[in-house]
């Protein structure tokens, strides 16, 4: 499939102007780039409510951002990881995106500041989004929420995250769906598109690995299934799952061969 008109401008433009790959500038100039984000995020539209709160974690507290579409009470529930390598991007760069699904959907959005990486490395930000997990099913009453039809959602790295609650939730609490956009699951990025795609498409195989490192340094644990849910065993009683996957991208594999597992696994 040739790329849209758009997707060619922007790669031409990311290719002119130079900028650092992840691997050649420091995390702080890394995020400062990514900040600038904001200004191409689309239009914010109007929302019924919105509202930022502050939930405690271990050792902490992390922002979350509630935005509600319609009246009714209760509602489904969509609790959002965004992407970013586990390093960068906020909220803010995702607030136009999630009231766009929340209105389009007819869900309450949770958007999760997980802690980010290489500072808090794993577990930390898998640990800080199943707080945030477990936190909207206590609060459900108080969010007008219906506690029987929760879900997750999260693009990239933040669809590894859903994907590794969804696991977790398996023995604590059934989830109603999980939505994974283009996920990173295997870090090995032996696959196919990993090879096909390695450079020139915006995320580079060798970006990848550096995202990886920073997550989890300590290659035991991308042996773990909450680390890398392509290793996954037991998935027969994971959630109703939506996996979207771009064409020319090193991850679509990730996100095919993980179908493959749970289509297998009776999902």
Not at 206 to 212: A, D, I, L, V
Request: hydrophobic share 40%.
């Amino acid at each position: 499939m040739p790329f849209a008109r758009e997707i060619s401008r922007l790669l031409a433009m990311r290719a002119a102007s130079k900028m650092p790959e992840v691997w050649e500038c420091s995390v702080e100039e890394l995020r400062a780039n990514v900040d600038s984000w904001v200004a191409l995020s689309g239009k914010r539209e109007e929302i019924l409510y919105r509202e930022e709160l502050q939930i405690d974690v271990a050792g902490g507290h992390i922002p979350v951002r509630v935005f509600r579409p319609l009246d009714d009470k209760p509602l489904p529930c969509i609790v959002f990881f965004h992407g970013g390598g586990w390093v960068h991007n906020t909220l803010e760069i995702y607030e136009a995106s999630l009231r766009a699904l929340a209105n389009a959907s007819g869900h309450l959005v949770v958007g999760v500041e997980y802690r980010k990486s290489p500072e808090h490395p794993y577990p930390i930000p898998l640990e800080d989004s199943w707080t945030a997990l477990q936190w909207c099913i206590t609060h459900a009453d108080e969010l007008g929420v219906d506690p029987q039809r929760i879900g997750v959602m999260g693009d990239s790295s933040g669809g590894n995250i859903a994907a590794a609650v969804a696991l977790r939730s398996q023995d604590v609490v059934p989830l109603a769906f999980q939505v994974l956009i283009y996920p990173c699951l295997d870090p090995r990025l032996e696959t196919a598109s990993a090879q096909e795609f390695a450079s020139g498409y915006n995320l580079a195989t060798q970006g990848m690995h550096w995202y990886w490192q920073q997550y989890a340094p300590r290659q035991e644990d991308r042996l773990r299934v909450e680390v890398a849910p392509i290793y996954a065993h037991d998935v027969a009683r994971l959630p109703r799952t939506f996996i979207a996957t771009a064409e020319n991208d090193i991850l679509r594999d990730d996100g095919r061969n993980y179908h493959a597992l749970l289509q297998a696994g009776g999902v």
